[in-house]
Antibody, heavy 125, light 106 residues
Framework: EVQLVESGGGVVQPGRSLRLSCAAS????????MHWVRQSPGKGLEWVSG????????GYADSVKGRFTISRDNAKNSLYLQMNSLRAEDTALYYC??????????????????WGQGTLVTVSS | EIVMTQSPATLSVSPGERATLSCRAS??????LAWYQQKPGQAPRLLIY???TRATGIPARFSGSGSGTEFTLTISSLQSEDFAIYYC????????FGQGTKVEIK
């Protein structure tokens, strides 16, 4: 069974940084692209970033480009999201999600299955 | 930027009845459309991709149709476990989600 477990969320002041992690199990992690998707009451569901199986293709939403960095460690079956210069509008539940296609790219033609349970990020002074 | 619009915002349906949910894209997304179900306190779950292909383990009472800009998710006979929020997502040009349709008990 595929399991995705996020961690690293918390309360952080505007302008500060936070690093999220996602531990994956139950599948061959280095065969699949992975993504971060966030959900907030105000903005709903929003794709944040994705990274291909070999880190060869990476994408970001315009809202986080230049501030967030996605990465992965295939040896550790782990996905990461480094979030810098955090803003109040980054407050959300952040989900880790698996790309369904084997050896898929991050090319804008991505959907998500399955999702983890999420980790909550609150940006507030 | 492709904008996804779902209607209605809330749908009140009795158990056993049929539910029809709509999703419209601001420009054509071909058949690059997915549907998700989200229950309170849970992550979204993939129901449909490619506009009409059920994901693994999804019951046959869920069906998707449409292409281009107009899409429909139909639940043929609502079960108690189907009351939830449903989201559409286009993946033709960077993923974008609709705002959701809440299916509630009438």
């Amino acid at each position: 069974e595929v399991q995705l477990v996020e961690s690293g969320g918390g309360v952080v002041q505007p302008g500060r940084s936070l690093r999220l992690s996602c531990a994956a199990s139950g599948f061959t992690f280095d065969d699949y692209a992975m993504h971060w998707v966030r959900q907030s009451p105000g903005k709903g569901l929003e794709w944040v970033s994705g990274i291909s199986w070999n880190s060869g293709s990476i994408g970001y939403a315009d809202s986080v480009k230049g501030r967030f960095t996605i990465s992965r460690d295939n040896a550790k079956n782990s996905l990461y999201l480094q979030m810098n210069s955090l803003r109040a509008e980054d407050t959300a539940l952040y989900y880790c999600a698996k790309d369904p296609l084997v050896l898929g790219r991050v090319d804008g033609k991505n959907w998500f299955d399955p999702w983890g349970q999420g980790t909550l990020v609150t940006v507030s002074s | 930027e492709i904008v996804m619009t779902q209607s209605p915002a809330t749908l009140s349906v009795s158990p056993g009845e049929r539910a029809t949910l709509s999703c419209r894209a601001s420009q054509s997304v071909s058949s690059n459309l997915a549907w998700y179900q989200q229950k309170p306190g849970q992550a979204p779950r993939l129901l449909i991709y490619g506009a009409s292909t059920r994901a693994t383990g999804i019951p046959a009472r869920f069906s998707g149709s449409g292409s281009g800009t107009e899409f429909t998710l139909t639940i043929s006979s609502l079960q108690s476990e189907d009351f939830a929020i449903y989201y559409c997502q286009q993946y033709n040009n960077w993923p974008r989600f609709g705002q959701g349709t809440k299916v509630e008990i009438k």
